[in-house]
């Protein structure tokens, strides 16, 4: 879906009156772009005032035509391609922020990614040694999480009073630098059901989260809990947190989607540069199909510019 949703966000005037951009692809991939959405892409090739400029990348790009509506390969290779021409020139300093559209990992494991997932591979094509983490953001609610892309059988291994005090040392410091909020108020979810009904249930709550909680707290993080999972979203969704940290995947993504899936996106958090998509995938059912709604991709191009204007003005 990526291609139509990329022509659809430059069909939009205040895209380009927003931002300064440069649009990494070739010239065939973004034909294919406008055949998808039955827009034209005014890209420009030199700089020029007000026009995407378009950083042409057809020497990478792998030879013949992609399958489509399909984890391949040689797409794989081709995001991967043009994600690194973006992390360069962020390493560089020449980007404030990156946007990609959605894109499939599985495309990326047959390219041979070695990572669990791209942001572990953002990690390391920047050189970063620190803790990092994907921050899910819905208007209103934004989520960290402990472990993300592991198998549940990795979660307890995962979930240490070190490892959730950084998620929720990172979740405040992006809240209040890119969110704009003074003073975040997060929620902890517990990992067990019922919090682990003390200690009946596991001893995460007791032993590592509740210390990892009075940690942050020592530090000057306003965060709270942990609380039980099944009701922690609801707390949200009326308001009483900013921020709700997660110990694992699903158990802060099920709650983001149900809660606004057309308008979710995904921030990998804790890197020198901000990069945001996103926060569903590649829909390859609707491809060609001029079905693509802009709300994720909108509020990604958004999230993108105010973390980059932060990030610049230190």
């Known amino acids: ?87 360069d020139l962020a390493a560089k300093g020449e980007v404030d922020a990156i946007l990609f559209a959605p894109l499939n990992k599985s495309s990326l494991h047959l390219a041979g990614l070695a990572e669990s997932d791209e942001l572990r591979w953002f990690e390391t094509v920047l050189g970063v040694e620190g803790f990092t983490s994907e921050l899910n953001v819905l208007p209103g609610l934004w989520t960290s999480r402990v472990t993300s892309h592991v198998s549940i059988a990795e979660v307890d291994a ?37 919090a682990g009904e003390s200690g009946r249930f596991g001893r995460h709550e007791i032993d590592i989260i509740a210390p990892a909680v009075d940690d942050l707290r020592a530090a000057g993080v306003d965060a709270t809990g942990p609380f039980p999972s099944d009701t922690i979203f609801l707390r949200a969704r009326a308001g009483d947190f900013d921020g709700v940290l997660t110990m694992y995947h699903d158990q802060g993504q099920i709650a983001m989607k149900l809660m606004g899936f057309d308008g979710g996106v995904t921030i990998a958090g804790g890197l020198p540069v901000p990069i945001c998509t996103p926060a569903h995938g590649t829909a390859f059912d609707l491809v060609g199909r001029r079905a693509a709604t802009m709300g994720s991709m909108d509020n990604a191009f958004a999230l993108a510019t105010r973390l980059g204007l932060a990030a610049r003005l230190g």
Not at 41 to 64: C, F, H, K, M, Q
Not at 65 to 75: C, H, M, Q, V, W
Not at 158 to 163: A, S
């Open 158 to 194: 995962g979930v240490t009073r070190d490892r959730v005090a950084a998620a929720g040392r990172l979740l405040d410091s992006v809240l209040r630098g890119g969110a704009g909020i003074a003073a975040p108020r997060i929620g902890v979810c517990a990992l067990n059901p019922h």
């Open 1 to 87: 879906m990526g291609p139509e949703l990329v022509a659809r966000l430059l069909a939009q005037p205040e895209t380009t009156a927003t931002a300064d951009l440069l649009l990494i692809s070739d010239p065939a991939e973004l034909a294919l772009a406008e055949a998808d959405s039955g827009l034209a892409i005014d890209y420009a090739t030199t700089p020029t005032e007000g026009r995407p400029l378009l950083v042409d990348n057809s020497t990478r790009r792998p030879a013949g035509e992609f399958e489509r509506r399909k984890a391949t390969e040689a797409g794989g290779r081709w995001a991967m391609d043009n994600l690194r021409v973006a992390l």
